[in-house]
Each structure stands twice: as C-alpha cells, then as structure tokens.
C-alpha cells in the first residue's frame, strides 16, 4: 500500500495568499484527520471525518481556515487569506477503525508563510 | 479535558543504556493509547496500541506498558539508530481523534 499521499511536501508563500494542502487516505480506510505540528505546541487535531463526513472541527483555529471530503481519496484544507503564525508542519492521517484502529500519518506538508 | 505529558522532554544515553520514557495521561475513559516513532523531517510512524491497564506490547527492543494513569516505553540495549521523537497519545472513548503529548527526544550516542 502506498500510505498515506499529501501534497505538496513543502510551499512557501506570501501572506494574504490562498493555501491548498491536499490528502489522499490508505483506500478503504474511514477515518481521516488533519494535524498541525509546531515546536512551541506539538501536534495538535483540527478536524476530523468520518465516511467523508465531518465530525470535529473544534481544533480548526478561525475561519480562514476551512477543510474539506468531497469523496473517500480525497480530502483538502485551505487557509485564506495565510499568516505567518500559520507556518508549520501539516500532517494527514487516516485509520480504519474496525480493523485495527491504527492511524497512520502521512509525510506532512511544511508550510512557510512569510 | 484530556491531558497528555511526556517525560523527560529529553535523553541522552549511550549505546546498550536501558531506560524508561514515561507518559502520564488523564482521560474521560479511555479508548486506546498510542505510541509513535517521528523521525526529523517525517510523519508519526505507529509503534503500539494499548488498550487497557495490565497489557504489554513489544517490538525488537521496545516494550510498552500501560496502567491507569501513565504508560511507559522501556527501551533495551538501545542503538544509534533508535534515535528519535517518541510521542505518547490517547483515545478517548467519546471520539477517535488522538491527543497527543509534546514527546520526549531520544538521542543514543555510540
């Protein structure tokens, strides 16, 4: 299996600018999250789906930012307008409840807002 | 509120020092508490799941143990190459998502 896929890896952008991280799941798997990792607060959930549905949005900071599971490969999160207190690491991870309950994470994307 | 510390941050050992990282946790029933592996520059790689206190689980040199209130991760005769971040998380019974604590920063010196 290929793992969990995010896109793109690293981008470095402008403040003010529309960011788009994206995340295709391990296929099958039914749970999906979005975390953030940073030095001063670790790795922190922002939202959470289940069945392409969202369950817990509580961790998503303000309404610049927004995610979103159109399908079961496929899942986005946006910032707009971008700050720099946003850089930091964004992490996809997906599971399969019933079979195991393991959650795996996917390689990140670091983003740079300057 | 759900609460994960990681002790120590750090620690340094030499190759073949045994030693203990700790994870303390409060939870409002627990579902399961992870461990994961987060080398520089990579995502969380899964280790263990325990799910209720008395269980053990082992991997090559590493045991997880779990009571409830903390966990441990007892590393023997480590190596160099199990230097890494090793962070602790919990589940808890009234959704899915993992709190994760800050991890501890292993490094094993030759």
């Known amino acids: 299996d290929a793992g969990v896929i995010q896109s793109p890896r690293h981008e470095v952008t402008e403040m003010g600018q529309e960011v788009t991280l994206r995340c295709k799941p391990i296929?099958?798997?039914?749970?999906l999250f979005w975390y953030r990792q940073t030095m001063m607060r670790g790795l922190e959930l922002l939202i959470y789906f289940n069945n392409n549905v969202p369950i817990d949005d509580s961790g998503m900071p303000e309404d610049r930012f927004s995610a979103k599971m159109p399908n079961a490969s496929f899942s986005t999160l946006k910032i707009q307008p971008s700050e720099p207190r946003d850089s930091a690491v964004y992490f996809c991870?997906?599971?399969?409840?019933?079979?195991?309950?393991?959650?795996?994470f996917g390689e990140g994307s670091w983003l740079t807002v300057v | 509120e759900d609460q994960v510390t990681q002790s120590p941050e750090a620690l340094r050992l030499q190759e073949g020092e045994s030693s203990s990282l700790n994870c303390s946790y409060t939870v409002s029933g627990l579902r399961g508490l992870f461990w994961y592996r987060q080398d520089p520059g990579k995502g969380p790689e899964f280790l263990f799941t325990l799910y209720s206190a008395g269980e053990e689980k082992e991997k090559e040199r590493l045991k997880a143990t779990l009571t409830k209130k903390e966990s441990f991760l007892h590393i023997t005769a480590p190596k160099p190459e199990d230097s890494a971040t090793y962070l602790c998380a919990v589940q808890a019974l009234s959704g899915y998502a993992l709190n994760f604590g800050k991890g501890t920063s292993l490094l094993v010196t030759p």
């Open positions: 991870a997906s599971s399969f409840y019933t079979r195991g309950n393991t959650i795996y």
């Open positions: 296929s099958g798997h039914d749970y």
